[in-house]
């Protein structure tokens, strides 16, 4: 049997990235078709921890990588979507924590990259006071 389907866009793959252009597209008033050989979300984005990072994983070198310039904005824009203001409405969604903490295990190596890491990110990282430690520590 042959399916015919008449379409604007095709978009392969149902990860976060095909969902959420789809759900972009549809607003914006096109048909897009998504195809995906497994199941919705079973890539990467099913094994995502759900860090909304601002691009300090990124900086670690010290210096703004394109990619650590690229998704300084993420934050914001989960944000936005989490307070039903965003692309998506995701006010449904628990959220964890509101920060992202990072830490080094005290050995040089790691805490030089904490240092640089931070330093390259001046304004989006703050060190944390220890009596603001989260439980965790
Ligand atoms: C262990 C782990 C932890 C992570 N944690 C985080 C985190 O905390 N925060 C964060 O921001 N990012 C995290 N990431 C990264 C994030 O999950 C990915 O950047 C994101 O999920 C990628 O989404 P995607 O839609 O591009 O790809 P995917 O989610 O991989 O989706 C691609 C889809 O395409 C389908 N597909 C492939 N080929 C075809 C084809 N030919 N036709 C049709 N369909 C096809 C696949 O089946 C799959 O479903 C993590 C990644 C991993 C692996």
């Known amino acids: 049997m ?3 389907y008449s379409t604007d866009i095709v978009i392969f793959g149902g990860g ?3 969902l959420w252009l789809l759900n ?3 607003s914006e008033g096109y048909q897009p078709l998504l195809i995906e050989t497994k199941a919705l979300g079973s890539g990467q984005t099913l094994a995502s921890q759900g860090i909304i990072h601002g691009g300090l994983k990124y900086a670690l070198s010290g210096s703004l990588t394109g990619a650590a310039n690229v998704i300084a904005g993420m934050p914001r824009r989960w944000r936005h979507c989490l307070t039903g203001d965003g692309d998506v409405d995701l006010q449904g969604v ?3 924590s509101n920060y992202y903490y ?3 295990d005290g050995n040089l190596r790691s805490r030089l990259k904490t240092f640089f890491g931070s330093k390259s990110l001046v304004g989006r990282v703050e ?5 603001d430690y989260p439980d965790f520590f």
């Open 127 to 131: 060190g944390v006071k220890r009596d």
């Open 24 to 26: 972009r597209l549809h």
């Open 2 to 4: 042959t399916l015919r």
């Open 94 to 96: 628990p959220v964890l």
């Open 16 to 18: 976060v990235a095909g």
């Open 102 to 104: 990072m830490w080094s």
